[in-house]
């Protein structure tokens, strides 16, 4: 069984930051690449970043320059420091983990409950 709890989520103003944490908690052999992904009204989810257990980072073409993904390996935490934020940012956030039970070869994806994110004056 394994948990992801996302936190950080709230009400900002245009211009504003936010910080997301994701833990990840159960039974963990190791975790390979963790994500964050938003959700707008009458959207589809699309992912915003993601990062390797290495930390190699990809991000959404819209937020690069302005948010950072980040993760500690020790914690199973993954991070999102969301700068410089827009409307068109307001979504529910979640985040994602690959995540290894055992010494086998097989990931398991993991989501977050979500966490909402709003921006708006």
């Known amino acids: 069984q394994v948990q992801l709890v996302e936190s950080g989520g709230g009400l900002v103003q245009p211009g504003g930051s936010l910080r997301l944490s994701c833990a990840a908690s159960?039974?963990?052999?190791?975790?390979?690449?963790m994500g964050w992904y938003r959700q707008a009204p009458g959207k589809e989810r699309e992912v915003v970043a993601t990062?390797?257990?290495?930390?190699?980072?990809n991000y959404k073409d819209s937020v690069k320059g302005r948010f950072t993904i980040s993760r500690d390996n020790a914690k199973n935490t993954v991070y999102l420091q969301m700068n410089s934020l827009k409307p068109e940012d307001t979504a529910v956030y979640y985040c994602k983990a690959d995540v290894r039970y055992d010494g086998g070869y097989v990931y398991y994806a993991h989501w977050g409950q979500g966490t909402q994110v709003t921006v708006s004056s």
């Open positions: 159960g039974t963990i052999f190791s975790i390979n690449a």
């Open positions: 990062i390797t257990s290495g930390g190699s980072t």
